[in-house]
């Protein structure tokens, strides 16, 4: 499959639907800004999401899970907030590797917090393909 076609794939096909969590822009960052107040780490609300359930060799896998990330990431199509003005309303943000997933909606990575809002689709994709969402 062209690189083109994958990308298409991983952005617009069909996956497995996920709940996220129905709730206010205000819910939302209020559930961000209560985990931001044990650790400060900026958090970040967003939606039209994909979890991404990386598809990497054993080697890669096991660096991952060596420094406590997993081989996963997630593409927003629409951030809500940023607590850290990283992003404005409306922008797409691909994030790093998950380090933990929480509260059913709250996927944390080294640096960031982000809030899952309202149902997104789990599909895999090579890291390749990920790393070439540019915009």
Not at 80 to 89: G, K, N, T
Not at 105 to 114: D, E, G, I, L
Request: glycine share 6%; proline share 4%.
């Amino acid at each position: 499959m062209d690189d083109l076609k994958k990308i298409s794939n991983l952005l617009y096909a069909p996956g497995d639907v996920m709940p996220g969590i129905e709730m206010s822009l205000e819910e939302a960052c209020a559930r961000g800004a209560a985990a931001a107040l044990f650790d400060a780490m900026p958090f970040c609300a967003v939606r039209d999401w994909v979890w991404i359930d990386l598809i990497v060799p054993e080697s890669i896998r096991e660096t991952l899970q060596a420094s406590g990330q997993q081989p996963v990431m997630v593409y927003a199509g629409h951030v809500l907030y940023d607590s850290a003005r990283r992003f404005e309303a409306g922008d797409w943000v691909r994030t790093t590797q998950l380090v933990e997933f929480a509260d059913e909606c709250v996927f944390r990575t080294r640096n960031t917090r982000y809030v899952l809002v309202g149902p997104g689709v789990r599909k895999s994709a090579e890291l390749s393909t990920v790393f070439s969402i540019l915009w």
